[in-house]
């Protein structure tokens, strides 16, 4: 069974910074698109940063030049970096990938920003 566990939330003065790491078990990571998403109570999804099985990546709009979306091949790993945190940026944030054309979300991770 494939599953994503997502680590590193936590709490955050606003221009911190913050790494969050997705791991999976059941499949390797590598060779897959994986994203971050993240979800306030009471809105949809929305998409913060995905990386291509080629390494390219793609950003949000609301994060655009202050995230950054990485792999660690060496552990497989799906790194995102976020500097700059404003307090809009408190959400839990989610990591998706898909296996054999079926989406796989992990359970989440809470990132609070805030004095």
């Known amino acids: 069974q494939v599953q994503l566990v997502e680590s590193g939330g936590g709490l955050v003065q606003p221009g911190g910074s913050l790494t969050l790491s997705c791991a999976a078990s059941?499949?390797?990571?590598?060779?897959?698109?994986t994203a971050w998403y993240r979800q306030v109570p009471g809105s949809q999804r929305e998409l913060v940063a995905i990386i291509f099985s080629d390494d390219n990546t793609k950003y949000g709009q609301s994060v655009e030049g202050r995230c950054t979306i990485s792999r660690d091949y060496g552990k497989d790993l799906v790194v995102l970096t976020m500097n700059s945190l404003r307090p809009e940026d408190t959400a839990v944030y989610y990591c998706?990938?898909?296996?054999?054309?079926?989406?796989?979300w992990g359970q989440g991770t809470q990132v609070t920003v805030s004095s």
């Open positions: 998706k990938t898909v296996a054999n054309l079926t989406p796989i």
């Open positions: 059941g499949m390797e990571l590598r060779s897959h698109p």
